[in-house]
């Protein structure tokens, strides 16, 4: 799907993957069949409305500024909501709700009495408390199944979650008309009870295709990794929601690398600002990927970007 743009300065351009063409005003009524347009860097909508004028059907015009917000990459149907640090809920072109990490009792970024009540399936990248705090709470609420690697797996089942899904790096599982691919992370994976560590299997990415076969891709905690290639290669997602706080992950120009390798044409960062160590900022990441043509959706917590 080509992705069009004018922005407010008048700039005129369109993208199809990595490439850049220009794209002049006056050649709109001759828009690729499924191209989707935006108006891109001033949030008034000035130019939706000339798209609108030009005759482009209503579903095929949208919205964003600059920095990312009220933009979620073209991809129709998608919403993402963001609950601080890795939580997020993914909302798919078929109505299915994705949870990965929840994380909110204790989370310091996550808004005051937020709560994930609706999942259709929950997929947990590894042991950590910040990335699992809520898993079972979660799992008991909305009866969804939790899709983690099988050692992680097994302790879900051991604290009372019935429908669990034990898997490994590499495989694929399909839920409900979702194919969901587990890819490696380079991080540690551990759970803490009772003053006491346990091995918690590998920890994991996860690569979702959706109904609409366009894939996105969950890097959970991971470092920089040449493989990230082979991601690109196999499943060719679309969006990459990336960890950038550095410290105990990636950091923005680790990140920017990774963005490259995936071949995505929009980035989520995730994992930072949650602690002092964790500084890596949005900012840095749009300084270095937007000369690539690369977008930042940047939430705020609690917010969903539709």
């Not at 009792?105 to 999942?119: C, E, F, L, S």
């Not at 399909?174 to 920890?203: C, V």
């Not at 196999?234 to 929601?241: D, G, K, R, V």
């Not at 995730?270 to 500084?279: A, D, I, K, Q, R």
């Amino acid at each position: 799907m080509a992705v069009l743009g004018i922005s407010c300065s008048g700039t005129k351009y369109g993208r199809q993957r990595d490439a850049y063409e220009p794209l002049p005003f006056e050649a709109l009524g001759a828009v690729p069949p499924g191209a989707v347009l935006y108006d891109i860097g001033c949030g008034t909508g000035y130019w939706v409305d000339a798209y609108l004028n030009a005759g482009i059907a209503k579903d095929r015009v949208r919205c964003a500024d600059r920095d990312g917000r009220r933009y979620t990459s073209g991809m129709s149907g998608l919403s993402i909501t963001w609950y601080g640090h890795a939580t997020f809920v993914i909302g798919t072109p078929g109505g299915k709700r994705i949870v990965f990490d929840p994380w909110l009792t204790g989370n310091p970024r996550a808004p005051a009495g937020a709560k994930i009540d609706k999942a259709d399936v929950i997929c947990v990248t590894h042991g950590h408390s910040d990335h699992t705090g809520d898993v079972v709470a979660v799992g008991r609420a909305t009866n969804a199944p939790v899709v983690a690697v099988f050692e992680l797996a097994n302790w879900f089942q051991a604290k009372g979650l019935k429908d669990v899904v034990g898997m490994g790096v590499g495989g694929t599982v399909e839920i409900k008309g979702l194919k969901i691919s587990m890819t490696p992370a380079l991080h540690t994976s551990s759970i803490e009870e009772d003053g006491q560590f346990h091995y918690a299997g590998l920890a994991a990415g996860f690569v979702v295709r959706l109904e609409d076969q366009r894939a996105l891709y969950f890097a959970g905690d991971t470092a920089l990794f040449g493989d990230m290639r082979l991601i690109r290669e196999l499943y060719a997602p679309e969006i990459a929601f990336l960890p950038i706080g550095d410290h105990y992950t990636m950091n923005p120009a680790a990140a920017a690398l990774a963005c490259g390798m995936l071949g995505v044409r929009q980035v989520v960062p995730m994992h930072y600002g949650t602690f002092p160590v964790l500084t890596g900022s949005p900012e840095d990441l749009k300084k270095l990927v937007e000369p690539m043509g690369i977008d930042v959706l940047v939430l705020q917590p609690g917010e969903t970007a539709t």
